[in-house]
């Protein structure tokens, strides 16, 4: 069954090897755990229903708490607690697009408001009821998990907006076809919030991000249906797809998705090259792309993060093995390790493996085969399980991202590291911080990183670690040329940030379109848009 | 110098030969040509200008004539017949965004509407004053056509939003790179214009549309200024460059522009193969671009395409030649030509044919190598100026262009060519109809559909031909899942057929975005939104 305060299976846990935890207190000191709460007792706590009956409305104790967070820092610190804030007043699983007009219906009717949910897996706050007076319902999407349509002619599959991951790939697997999009939490989240929060998959290389793929559909709103139809590209004027793309719930709730899908690829391999140093690593993968080598992905560690993979991997005399050759070849400290994806044709992934091997060459990259890759392809999506390993030996565990222009990625990765290593210092606590690129672009790339720090003795102060990191490092980066999110959205955590990256005007240009669908600003209120004047001092 | 009413260059004109003269009365019968207005008795119609004088204000007749119109068949006529309408009451070319600022706010302050200019190449009324009681400011972008900055590493470049086609090349080539947008207006239009209406490139298979090229810039609004900063991409909400994209003027006036550039390329070819059938053809173009064969440019012209392009091009006996080796290899009657094109590094160009040449063959296509391609090459901007040639000779023709989803490419393109090659029989005149297939995407295509007709023995008369064939075909094009336009945009001539597209909603979003930027609507009126509640009855 899912956990009802973490990532996933509760029957899947990863365990960290002993030199795993030996890297981890040598780096930033031993630690202690925190003591969780269990549910019964927070069931305990969630307040009677402020609902009217509706045959849809579950109201629930434990529907709620389930429904009530989703996956970032601060709600993992809640859930672990059980100092949750509010709980939606009931959670609603329509079954069709009707259901859901009924629900709005019935939340125009009655004053309430309305946050949708597909997988729970938001990192930025997305689906948190905030504080407010209305009563507030979760309509869940669980139960729209199917795949509706399929058109081999134009390559366009038709789902449920709440279908997760594996269920898009395996009903699209079964017809021969994939849709491509692997975000790291794939195995919960669901297509129509990559569509409302504009997620990227592992592989965009090669098959884009969400706003690629997403073809059209249908949105639920308080003013009637929005129907997107499906066009291969138009220039008859701005796009209304644009629109509902990262709209995170603001102006409807999506519930038909139309995705462009591809047949399954006749070959499909990982790769592994590292490098002597940083500079030649970020060189070669910059050239890689600007060369339009046709890859599936690429991902590229930074030295912290390729030592700390190689430490956590457990293996120690394999992974010995593998350093004395890479040492032997010229990558030792300071080597940063290259994944790439080859997908495609026969033909073209020869091509490309040759130029990329080429391209890799010359700035010393050492290849390794795909032994490596194939485990970082077994392995994708089980990296969040780390995250309960460690916060079961005191850890926590938050990432951060962004993306910008490759003029501006070495100084912006510098920032964010320094800031976050630092960033505990007054408190005498060192944070381990590592990086990865992983979505690349001609233009630029994503800049994807990892910090690591010790609970503090209770929950409170825990919170104001994560909250003094997190709120300094959002703010430079936005400051510095970055998105406030790469692959992740806005939600409630991000929303202060918004005004910086897009100006007055551009901010106005939103609030506009959401008041146009929302007026009375029913629909998840406090994401994307900040209610309050929250500003970033 | 410019011609004042037609495309292009005064100094260049293209002469049909004879084969084409016998090939077109054959088919729709031998005409007369019209009368042209000349400039000097348009310039004595024009009326005094209500514009209050401001220094970068220009009055006087001819620059009012030479901006009152743009390059749609009405336009044309209008230019021909020099029964023009409205003109501009003055024109404006500024130098800088503060000249921009500048004459936004005079326009604010003695309530002017304002159009923007950048190389008038319209053909959907984009850029023509519409019956109204303010006085009408045209802000021609002319002079803004500088490369202003370069930046190696992110590939991107800056432009002033007036710069033109062949200003835009030079200024990167002169730096060892290419934007490689190359729409048929390409010697006219301006890369401020080719944002503001979604244009799309012959080489878009591998430099992508303009929306892909688009990364920032800046606007001008009467709100303020608009600045879109450059990110490789990003999750932070609905993205504000999907909203200037296709706005045509109603948001605000772009001054500049930055765009994703390419180092030139090592390899470029084009090549050009023939299939005996439609279908055929129709399926391998398919299969290329389903298959991602890195291709740069696709082209699939039509039975009757490909025997007018043949006749049109001269030389008989070299064409007779060609056509007794295709016979011979089985492409007769019936028989569809296609050009496509190769660009990269010289494996990628290798790996790309060897595929091209494959799918291609497995359908029966007859590869005739690159002499063909080059001469498409050669030509691929002249175009435009055929329509002088045929005008001389008596002849209208006019362009019509949509995409759909490939389930729907061969329904619809018999529906644009039936309606228009039957619409004219109430008056015994019979169109000559011919389609190519250029835009290529693994969920549809493009269909571009030219139409030949004798013009009437009036300037009315022929319009009227021209408006029953374009109103009852752009009809049918909504009504049958394709958008009004694939890369024309919406201008006038094709607001009232966009609701049908974008729903009652998508319109609202729509109305709701530029009147969050211009609430008096002085910024382009009655473009992209018909003012009038102009129905398609």
Same mark, same amino acid.
């Given at each position: 069954?899912?956990?009802?305060?973490?990532?996933? @299976?509760?029957?899947?846990?990863?365990?960290? !090897?002993?030199?795993?935890?030996?890297?981890?207190?040598?780096?930033?000191?031993?630690?202690?755990?925190?003591?969780?709460? @269990?549910?019964?007792?927070?069931?305990?706590?969630?307040?009677?229903?402020?609902?009217?009956?509706?045959?849809?409305?579950?109201?629930?104790?434990?529907?709620?708490?389930?429904?009530?967070?989703?996956?970032?820092?601060? %709600?993992?610190?809640?859930?672990?607690?059980?100092?949750?804030?509010?709980?939606? @007043?009931?959670?609603? /699983?329509?079954?069709?697009?009707? *259901?859901?007009?009924?629900?709005?219906?019935?939340? %125009?009717?009655?004053?309430?408001?309305?946050?949708?949910?597909?997988?729970?897996?938001?990192?930025?706050?997305?689906?948190?009821?905030?504080?407010?007076?209305?009563?507030?319902?979760?309509?869940?999407?669980?139960?729209?998990?199917?795949?509706?349509?399929?058109?081999?002619?134009?390559?366009?599959?038709?789902?449920?907006?709440?279908?997760?991951?594996?269920?898009?790939?395996?009903?699209?697997?079964?017809?021969?076809?994939?849709?491509?999009?692997?975000?790291?939490?794939?195995?919960?989240?669901?297509?129509?919030?990559?569509?409302?929060?504009?997620?990227?998959?592992?592989?965009?290389?090669?098959?884009?991000?969400?706003?690629?793929?997403? =073809?059209?559909?249908?949105?639920?709103?308080?003013?009637?249906?929005?129907?997107?139809?499906?066009?291969?590209?138009?220039?008859?004027?701005? *796009?209304?797809?644009?629109?509902?793309?990262?709209?995170?719930?603001?102006?409807?709730?999506?519930?038909?998705?139309?995705?462009?899908?591809?047949?399954?690829? =006749?070959?499909?391999?990982?790769?592994?090259?590292?490098?002597?140093?940083?500079?030649?690593?970020?060189?070669?993968?910059?050239?890689?792309?600007?060369?339009?080598?046709?890859?599936?992905?690429?991902?590229?560690?930074?030295?912290?993060?390729?030592?700390?993979?190689?430490?956590?991997?457990?293996?120690?005399?394999?992974?010995?093995?593998?350093?004395?050759?890479?040492?032997?070849?010229?990558?030792?400290?300071?080597?940063?390790?290259?994944?790439?994806?080859?997908?495609?044709?026969?033909?073209? /992934?020869?091509?490309?493996?040759?130029?990329?091997?080429?391209?890799?060459?010359?700035?010393?990259?050492?290849?390794?085969?795909?032994?490596?890759?194939?485990?970082?392809?077994?392995?994708?999506?089980?990296?969040?399980?780390?995250?309960?390993?460690?916060?079961?030996?005191?850890?926590?565990?938050?990432?951060?991202?962004?993306?910008? *222009?490759? %003029?501006?990625?070495?100084?912006?990765?510098?920032?964010?590291?320094?800031?976050?290593?630092?960033?505990?210092?007054?408190?005498?606590?060192?944070?381990?911080?590592?990086?990865?690129?992983?979505?690349?672009? !001609?233009?630029?790339?994503?800049?994807?990183?990892?910090?690591?720090?010790?609970?503090?003795?209770?929950?409170?102060?825990?919170?104001?670690?994560?909250?003094?990191?997190?709120?300094?490092?959002?703010?430079?980066?936005?400051?510095?040329?970055?998105?406030?999110?790469?692959?992740?959205?806005?939600?409630?955590?991000?929303?202060?940030?918004?005004?910086?990256?897009?100006?007055?005007?551009?901010?106005?240009?939103?609030?506009?379109?959401?008041?146009?669908?929302?007026?009375?600003?029913?629909?998840?209120?406090?994401?994307?848009?900040?209610?309050?004047?929250?500003?970033?001092?």
């Amino acid at each position: 069954m899912r956990r009802w305060n973490g990532w996933g @299976d509760d029957q899947f846990s990863l365990e960290l !090897p002993a030199q795993g935890t030996d890297f981890l207190s040598q780096r930033i000191g031993a630690a202690e755990p925190l003591t969780d709460a @269990d549910l019964a007792s927070v069931c305990q706590q969630v307040p009677d229903s402020h609902l009217p009956d509706h045959p849809l409305v579950a109201t629930d104790a434990e529907i709620r708490v389930r429904h009530a967070r989703g996956q970032s820092l601060p %709600d993992w610190l809640a859930m672990r607690s059980g100092d949750f804030g509010r709980f939606p @007043d009931g959670v609603a /699983c329509p079954t069709s697009p009707e *259901d859901v007009r009924s629900l709005l219906a019935y939340a %125009d009717q009655h004053d309430i408001d309305v946050i949708p949910y597909g997988g729970g897996t938001s990192v930025a706050g997305h689906i948190n009821p905030q504080a407010g007076k209305r009563p507030v319902l979760t309509l869940s999407l669980a139960r729209m998990d199917r795949l509706l349509d399929l058109d081999p002619d134009s390559q366009i599959a038709t789902f449920g907006a709440g279908t997760p991951g594996p269920l898009v790939e395996s009903q699209l697997r079964a017809k021969g076809y994939t849709l491509g999009h692997f975000p790291q939490s794939f195995e919960l989240s669901t297509i129509g919030g990559w569509v409302a929060s504009r997620s990227s998959g592992q592989q965009s290389l090669r098959y884009g991000r969400i706003e690629q793929l997403f =073809a059209g559909g249908s949105v639920e709103t308080l003013q009637g249906t929005l129907s997107l139809p499906t066009l291969p590209a138009s220039s008859a004027g701005p *796009d209304i797809r644009e629109m509902v793309l990262g709209s995170e719930g603001r102006l409807g709730i999506i519930t038909e998705v139309k995705v462009r899908v591809t047949p399954l690829p =006749a070959q499909e391999s990982f790769h592994v090259v590292f490098f002597p140093s940083w500079e030649q690593a970020r060189t070669a993968a910059r050239s890689l792309v600007q060369n339009r080598t046709q890859l599936s992905m690429l991902r590229l560690s930074n030295a912290t993060e390729t030592e700390t993979q190689l430490a956590l991997a457990g293996h120690p005399t394999q992974i010995r093995m593998l350093e004395s050759f890479l040492s032997f070849r010229g990558a030792r400290d300071g080597k940063c390790m290259m994944t790439f994806g080859l997908t495609g044709t026969r033909p073209q /992934c020869r091509t490309a493996l040759k130029e990329t091997r080429r391209i890799c060459g010359e700035h010393e990259g050492v290849y390794t085969g795909t032994y490596l890759g194939g485990k970082w392809a077994e392995k994708r999506f089980t990296m969040p399980y780390l995250r309960e390993a460690l916060w079961q030996m005191g850890y926590a565990v938050d990432t951060l991202e962004t993306a910008t *222009d490759w %003029d501006n990625v070495d100084h912006l990765l510098a920032t964010i590291e320094n800031n976050l290593r630092g960033g505990l210092a007054e408190l005498g606590e060192r944070v381990h911080v590592f990086t990865h690129l992983s979505h690349f672009y !001609p233009q630029g790339c994503s800049i994807y990183t990892t910090y690591v720090f010790r609970t503090d003795t209770d929950y409170a102060g825990t919170l104001a670690r994560w909250h003094a990191l997190k709120h300094s490092t959002s703010k430079l980066i936005v400051e510095n040329r970055g998105t406030i999110s790469h692959q992740h959205g806005v939600g409630k955590d991000h929303a202060p940030y918004l005004p910086i990256e897009k100006g007055a005007l551009g901010m106005r240009a939103i609030q506009g379109l959401c008041h146009t669908f929302d007026p009375q600003q029913r629909l998840n209120p406090g994401t994307l848009l900040a209610t309050d004047t929250d500003s970033v001092e």
